[in-house]
């Protein structure tokens, strides 16, 4: 069983910044990949970006050159780095993993709010 607790969503002004943080706990093993998505009001949940076990990553093409994916494996903690920020980014972002075997590591939470206004 894996745990995953969430932080760091808020209201920022456009053009602004801000880093979403990811700490899983219990079976950190078992885990392969690492996501961040995001669900805007009437949009389905999409992804925003990936890290793999073995390093490689992945960032949308929405938010590719502004978002960066990183992670801290000593605190096994995984990292959105949100610049250059627009009201288009406003959701609920959510973070989760995925096991070897294929399957997510937790249900869905409430996730984090991240609002972009000015």
């Known amino acids: 069983q894996v745990q995953l607790v969430e932080s760091g969503g808020g209201l920022v002004q456009p053009g602004g910044s801000l880093r979403l943080s990811c700490v899983a706990s219990g079976s950190i093993f078992s885990v392969n990949i690492m996501d961040w998505y995001r669900q805007a009001p009437g949009k389905q949940r999409e992804l925003v970006a990936r890290?793999?076990?073995?390093?490689?990553?992945y960032v949308a093409d929405s938010v590719k050159g502004r978002f960066t994916i990183s992670r801290d494996n000593a605190k096994n903690t995984v990292y959105l780095q949100m610049n250059s920020l627009s009201p288009e980014d406003t959701a609920v972002y959510y973070c989760n993993c995925i096991r070897f075997d294929g399957n997510f590591c937790d249900d869905w939470g409430q996730g984090t709010q991240v609002t972009v206004s000015s």
């Open positions: 890290i793999f076990r073995g390093g490689n990553s």
